[in-house]
């Protein structure tokens, strides 16, 4: 069974089809691309597959369950985390700080117990703390932990929104270019810590505009273009398609960018 399966999904945006009877499969395992021009549709699955945003038609299934009418806020505890492309929300907390506005998500302790300021409360805090600073020291951000985040290089800004991301501990993590902006190093290193992410048993679905990431990190990779699912395969089927190479080099689109 899939982990992810969008079956015939749509979404219109008035006149305008952004996303048009897609489907395809996520295996448990996978590190699976979605690429395509800017204006394919990519952000817009994630969105569909969040419940950001109501399909227009067609179904997401996880895990074998129809979650394409449930509840946003129910998202996170079936297991489905993401990242939001070019993302600056935390920008005036420090990175531990911003870490544990994402550990609000799992709390079971009540407001007003944080009132009473109770052992239990403090307890929980505790935990939080320390399972946000094991994700710092994964990502490799341990040390900047008391940093104002919205201060923090680019490349970093976009680890702390992976490390808000999994603090949930999900099972299935949907990271929105999370490379744009990075310098080679940086590339590298993000490129390694999706691996890594992956073997902690994290389903990822990537959707990023590096090719030599993608290319490097993805076991399948499915394209699309204007809302349609144009080819789907491993890199090396994907770099020979044709279409592909026609859809890219018709929207401008530069393979080699890195
Ligand atoms: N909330 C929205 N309202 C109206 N149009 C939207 C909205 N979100 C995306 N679109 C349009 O849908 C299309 C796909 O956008 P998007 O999913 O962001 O593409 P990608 O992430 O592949 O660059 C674009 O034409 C975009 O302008
Ligand atoms: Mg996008």
Redesign the pocket.
């Known amino acids: 069974m899939p982990i992810l399966e969008l079956q015939g999904v749509t979404?219109t945006?008035?006149g305008?089809t952004?996303?048009n009877e897609l489907s395809f499969e996520v295996q448990k395992g996978d590190i699976l691309g979605l690429i395509?021009?800017?204006?394919?549709?990519?952000?817009?699955?994630?969105?569909l597959i969040t419940r950001h945003?109501n399909c227009t038609g067609g179904k997401v299934i996880f895990q074998g369950h129809d979650i394409t009418n449930v509840r946003m806020d129910k998202i996170i505890s079936f297991g489905i985390a993401r990242t939001f492309?070019g993302s600056r929300i935390f920008r005036n907390l420090t990175v531990l700080e911003a870490m544990l506005t994402a550990c609000y998500s799992k709390r079971k302790t009540g407001l007003i117990l944080d009132l009473l300021n109770s052992a239990r409360a403090k307890n929980e805090m505790q935990q939080h703390t320390e399972h946000a600073i094991e994700i710092l020291k994964f990502i490799g951000l341990e040390e900047r932990k008391n940093d104002q985040a919205g201060n923090l290089p680019y490349a970093h800004q976009s680890l702390v929104g992976i490390g808000m991301a999994l603090v949930a501990e999900p099972q299935l993590l949907l990271l929105?270019e999370p490379i744009a902006g990075m310098n080679p190093q940086e590339t590298l290193e993000t490129m390694e810590l999706i691996r890594k992410i992956n073997g902690r048993g994290i389903t990822v679905l990537l959707?990023e505009h590096n090719m030599t990431a993608v290319m490097g990190v993805c076991n399948r990779i499915v394209v699309?273009n204007y809302?349609e699912k144009i080819v789907e395969g491993t890199p090396g089927e994907i770099m020979e398609h044709p279409a592909v190479i026609d859809a890219y080099l018709g929207s401008g689109f530069d393979a080699r960018a890195s």
């Open positions: 979404k945006f008035g305008l952004a996303v395509g021009p800017n204006g394919a549709g990519k952000t817009t699955v994630f969105n945003l492309q929105d959707v699309m809302g």
